[in-house]
């Protein structure tokens, strides 16, 4: 069935640092991308999506692009702040019902 | 836009015990999300309504579980019997009729079965 792979561990970086998250995923059809961010005490948020090949998700500085040759959504921010300490989700929905199917997450720890 | 909002929001209860969770989704949106997030792991699929029909259930909805969303508005999940295993977060998510359109998560509830 549908899955998608994060890459293992926490991500540990100091303020200011190049992030990369990341994401494989093993798909039928044509399914959407999404990265979801869970602040600590929060609820899940989405963070950026992209519904098709070659789209560019982004928002905050945050940037995911839809490869389907490689099938890999990796998500990246080219200077992280101390407040994008949270747990990051790539998340795969199928055409139709549209219920989401998650990667493990990875947490990110900013240091200032 | 109140958001999602889910009570309660934390459960202990007794293994054996049954317990019922409440998911209120934003007011215009269709469809309702049950998942299921332990520890470490990504939300898992457990079930999803649109409007008052249940329309899919994973197989990690075992017979002790059943959610209902009687009027097509707020959504129950009911875990009869619980086991040291049904120890997890409860999301609720809810969303429009457009495919592919965005889940909107809850804080969910946290319940711990000692």
């Known amino acids: 069935g549908d899955s998608v792979t994060q890459m293992e561990g926490p991500v540990t970086l100091s303020e200011e640092a190049f992030l990369t998250i990341n994401c494989t995923y093993t798909a039928t059809g044509y399914p959407s991308l999404f990265w979801y961010v869970q602040y600590p005490g929060e609820g899940l948020q989405l963070l950026l999506k992209a519904t098709k090949a070659d789209d560019k998700g982004s928002n905050k500085g945050f940037e995911a692009t839809y490869r389907k040759e490689t099938t890999s959504f990796h998500l990246e921010k080219g200077s992280v702040q101390v407040s994008d300490s949270a747990v990051y989700f790539c998340a795969l929905g199928g055409y139709g019902n549209n219920r989401l199917a998650f990667g493990k997450g990875n947490q990110v720890v900013v240091i200032p | 836009d109140t958001g999602v909002s889910q009570d309660p929001r934390h459960k202990i209860t007794k293994r054996g015990q049954n317990v019922t969770f409440r998911c209120d989704p934003i007011?215009?949106?269709?469809?309702l999300y049950w998942y299921r997030q332990t520890l470490g792991q990504g939300p898992e699929f457990l079930t999803y309504?649109?409007?008052?029909?249940?329309?899919?259930k994973s197989r990690l909805l075992s017979d002790r579980f059943s959610a209902e969303r009687p009027k097509g508005s707020f959504s129950t999940l009911e875990i009869q019997r619980t086991e040291q295993g049904d120890s997890a977060m409860y999301l609720c998510?809810?969303?429009?009729?457009?495919?592919?359109?965005?889940?909107?998560f809850g804080p969910g509830t946290r319940l711990l079965v000692l």
């Open positions: 309504f649109q409007n008052e029909a249940q329309l899919e």
């Open positions: 007011s215009e949106h269709n469809r």
């Open positions: 998510a809810s969303g429009g009729l457009a495919a592919l359109e965005t889940q909107y």
